[in-house]
């Protein structure tokens, strides 16, 4: 069964330091997601991404953060200027169609980052 | 603003006991509910959604707009239920906002 990949599954970092996370959605998937869960909070929608542009973001997701779908396959989440408060669980996510309504979407493991 | 509530953080029941999980929620428009289950060392997956009312697992969930709840169900709690649920809302067009959690414990 196909699954999302996360890579990698633990990444280490020094505040001020850029961090580019990666993901690869199904391969026949439209939408895609980013999610973070800070130890011991909720998770928290980031932003979601549709036809080669940001459809929604939180609060959370400033202009230290960006996304970008560089090829075919990835979909990457890039922190510009990592704060300590960054320090959380990542989560990707792909879905068919609009996710709720006919499908559903598939989470990645996620990736642990962590800023020193 | 939306908001969903889970009271509980963990919640732990002994194996054929009934477990009850619940989830409050708060938004204006039309919602649509999800849940979510974590079992450990596994990735996050939907357990179920209100607009299908289906029953996945022996899991069942009701949404009531008049308590603005979306609890869920199961009538014996199995040990390979113990993990960690979460309730999430569908709002404008492709956000969603997720509770707390819940850890569901099953004691043999």
């Known amino acids: 069964e196909p699954e999302v990949t996360q890579t990698p599954s633990h990444q280490v970092t020094q505040m001020g330091q850029e961090v580019i996370l990666r993901c690869v959605p199904i391969s026949n998937h439209l939408y895609f997601y980013w999610y973070r869960q800070i130890l011991g909070q909720k998770v928290e929608f980031l932003v979601s991404?549709?036809?080669?542009?940001?459809?929604?973001k939180s609060e959370i997701f400033d202009d230290q953060f960006s996304v970008e779908r560089p090829d075919g396959s990835n979909f990457t989440l890039k922190i510009r200027s990592t704060k300590l408060e960054d320090s959380a669980m990542y989560f990707c996510?792909?879905?068919?169609?609009?996710?709720?309504?006919?499908?559903?979407?598939?989470f990645g493991p996620g990736t642990r980052l962590t800023v020193l | 603003a939306q908001r969903v509530t889970q009271p509980e953080k963990l919640l732990s029941v002994f194996k054929g006991a009934p477990v009850e999980l619940k989830c409050n929620y708060s938004y204006s428009g039309s919602p649509e509910l999800f849940w979510y289950v974590q079992y450990s060392r596994q990735r996050l997956q939907l357990l179920l959604r209100?607009?299908s009312r289906e029953s996945i697992k022996g899991f069942t969930a009701d949404l009531n707009k008049g308590e603005t709840s979306f609890h869920l169900k199961k009538p014996f709690a199995q040990e390979e239920d113990s993990a960690m649920y979460y309730c999430a809302l569908l709002y404008n067009f492709n956000k969603f906002y997720f509770g707390s959690g819940t850890k569901l414990n099953v004691k043999p």
């Open positions: 991404f549709y036809n080669n542009e940001i459809s929604e």
């Open positions: 209100h607009i």
């Open positions: 996510a792909s879905s068919d169609e609009l996710a709720g309504v006919t499908d559903t979407q598939y």
